[in-house]
C-alpha cells in the first residue's frame, strides 16, 4: 500500500491557534476513538496542552470491546490520567462534568471569593472523525457545533455556550505532520479519520480484513459472507474478492466488483455492523 500522509493546510493553523488560545484555558477535553486509544491520540497534543488539567474520553465505546476499553482505562488512569469511556451519540455526561467541576474548583472559588462568578472554558481537542463537536452538543442539550460522520468538517474554531458559566471550544481535529507508523496510520484510515478520497480503498480494505480475521474471525466471516475454515490463510486481496462474491457483487461478465466490495467493508465496520472490536491492545 502506498504511504499514507494527511495534513491539510487547516490542520498547521490549527496548532498555531491551539497554542495561541492555551493562555485562557481552564482544562482541556480530549477524545480518541475507543477502537484504537493509541493511533487516535495526537502525540503533539500532550505539548501544547501542558500545564492544563486534561480528561481523555474513549468516545464511540459502544462501537468497542468492552474488556478492552476497561484495560485502556486501567492503563490510561496508572499512568495518573483522568480516562472515562463516553458514547458521544447518547452517553450520560456526569463523569465528564464531575472532572470540569473538579478541574477548575480552585479558579471559580478565587473569582467567588472576590465577589464574582467565573465562565469556566474548555477546549476540545482530538483527531478527526473522533466525535469532538457531538460531545459538545451532547454537554450543551443541543445541536450547535457541525457535525458529519466524515473527517475535516470543522475547519475553524468555534466557541460554544454550555452553561451560564461554562464555554468550550470546538477546535478542528489535527493529526500530526508527518504519519511515521504506517501502521497507525492505516488504523486512522480504517476508522475514518483520513479523508478516504486520498487512499486506495481496496487496499485498506483489505488489510482491515485480513485484521479482523486475526481479532474477530467469525463475526467477520458472518457480515461478509467469507468461508470461515479458509479465509484465515487467504491474503488481504483474496478476502476482499471473497466478500465480494460472498454479498454478490458482481460487474457485468461475471466480474467480481471489489471496489464496492472495500466502500461497503470500510463503512460497515466504521457503523459498529460487525460488532464490538477493538483494534488495539494496551
Known amino acids: 500500500m502506498p504511504e499514507i500522509n494527511w495534513y491539510p493546510g487547516h490542520m498547521a493553523k490549527s496548532r498555531r491557534m491551539l497554542e495561541e488560545q492555551m493562555r485562557g484555558i481552564d482544562a482541556v477535553i480530549e477524545l480518541c476513538d475507543a477502537r484504537a486509544p493509541r493511533a487516535t491520540r495526537n502525540p503533539m497534543l500532550s505539548a501544547v496542552c501542558k500545564g492544563r488539567a486534561r480528561v481523555l474520553v474513549l468516545n464511540k465505546a459502544d462501537l468497542a470491546n468492552d474488556a478492552a476499553t476497561k484495560a485502556w482505562m486501567d492503563f490510561y488512569r496508572a499512568q495518573g490520567m483522568f480516562a472515562v ?84 471550544l470546538d477546535t478542528p481535529g489535527m493529526l500530526w505532520p508527518k504519519l511515521d507508523d504506517q501502521e497507525v496510520a492505516k488504523t486512522l484510515a480504517q476508522l475514518g479519520s483520513i479523508r478516504d478520497q486520498i487512499i486506495d480503498g481496496e487496499e485498506l480494505a483489505g488489510d482491515l480484513l485480513s485484521r479482523l480475521m486475526r481479532i474477530a474471525p467469525e463475526a467477520a466471516c458472518a457480515r461478509f459472507k467469507l468461508p470461515l475454515e479458509a479465509a484465515g490463510e487467504m491474503q488481504p486481496h483474496e478476502l476482499l474478492e471473497a466478500a465480494a462474491r460472498g454479498r454478490g457483487y458482481l460487474l457485468s461478465g461475471g466480474r467480481l466488483n471489489t471496489e464496492r466490495a472495500a466502500a461497503v467493508v470500510l463503512d460497515e465496520f466504521r457503523a459498529g455492523k460487525v460488532g464490538k472490536i477493538t483494534l488495539e491492545r494496551p
Open 85 to 168: 469511556r463516553f458514547t458521544a451519540t447518547g452517553g450520560k455526561t456526569r463523569e465528564i462534568l464531575s472532572f470540569i467541576q473538579e478541574a477548575t474548583k480552585e479558579a471559580v472559588e478565587r473569582m467567588r471569593a472576590r465577589g464574582a462568578n467565573k465562565t469556566v472554558r474548555l477546549m476540545v481537542i482530538g483527531v478527526p472523525n473522533v466525535g469532538k463537536s457531538t460531545l459538545i452538543n451532547r454537554l450543551r442539550g443541543g445541536a450547535v457545533a457541525k457535525t458529519a460522520d466524515r473527517p475535516g468538517v470543522t475547519r475553524t474554531r468555534q466557541w460554544v455556550k454550555v452553561g451560564p458559566y461554562l464555554e468550550m
